[in-house]
T-cell receptor, first 115, second 112 residues
Framework: DTGVSQNPRHKITKRGQNVTFRCDPI?????LYWYRQTLGQGPEFLTYFQNEAQLEKSRLLSDRFSAERPKGSFSTLEIQRTEQGDSAMYLC?????????????FGEGSWLTVV | TQLLEQSPQFLSIQEGENLTVYCNSSSVFSSLQWYRQEPGEGPVLLVT?????EVKKLKRLTFQFGDARKDSSLHITAAQPGDTGLYLCAGALSTSYDKVIFGPGTSLSVIP
């Protein structure tokens, strides 16, 4: 059983460019989460899917951010017109709604540096 | 506002000492998890607690979920340098499709 997989692990981009991150959850998990984390802080909730439905999107998230999970399996997070403040680690996690406790399991994260 | 608070924010102790980290909220959680994270890596699950008042032990780590399911504590006995890391608590909100939110973390440094 493979864990949550994220790619790319590292991305350096120029300000104003678009970037896309991909997340492949644990295969039997129907829930998928995206978080953003800066150095020394806890993960900040961005958005959340159950199957292909996006259940919630953080109000802190600007319109430049969009996430999709078209077939209820992998997900993509796109950031348009990147800004230096977008530099962070983007974490994906997955869980199963059928398991009590809704424990989420993380991937290794995707580091974004906007220069 | 759905917030999880953790204390202390930073902790530096000598090897062999005991410590407790606290996680508090005004919200009720259907479950609460503790994670440990090392620099540049994703958080790694330590434990999930589901029942109010529940106590779980993992070797030298003891986790407790508050009776009202609003708070939790993590106690480490005889800390070792390998325990160094960022400890995160996370709660699943039953009022929000089990959305999982995180506290700001406690950065622990165990000095040999």
């Amino acid at each position: 059983d493979t864990g949550v997989s994220q790619n790319p692990r590292h991305k350096i981009t120029k300000r104003g460019q678009n970037v896309t991150f991909r997340c492949d959850p644990i295969s039997e998990h129907n829930r998928l989460y995206w978080y953003r984390q800066t150095l020394g802080q806890g993960p900040e909730f961005l958005t959340y899917f159950q199957n292909e439905a996006q259940l919630e999107k953080s109000r802190l998230l600007s319109d430049r951010f969009s996430a999709e999970r078209p077939k209820g399996s992998f997900s993509t997070l796109e950031i348009q017109r990147t800004e230096q403040g977008d530099s962070a680690m983007y974490l994906c996690a997955s869980s199963s709604s059928g398991v009590p406790g809704n424990t989420i399991y993380f991937g290794e994260g995707s580091w974004l540096t906007v220069v | 506002t759905q917030l999880l608070e953790q204390s202390p924010q930073f902790l530096s102790i000598q090897e062999g000492e005991n410590l407790t980290v606290y996680c508090n909220s005004s919200s009720v959680f259907s479950s609460l998890q503790w994670y440990r994270q090392e620099p540049g890596e994703g958080p790694v699950l330590l434990v999930t607690v589901v029942t109010g008042g529940e106590v779980k032990k993992l070797k030298r780590l003891t986790f407790q979920f508050g009776d009202a399911r609003k708070d939790s504590s993590l106690h480490i006995t005889a800390a070792q340098p390998g325990d160094t890391g960022l400890y995160l608590c996370a709660g699943a909100l039953s009022t929000s499709y089990d959305k999982v939110i995180f506290g700001p973390g406690t950065s622990l440094s165990v000095i040999p």
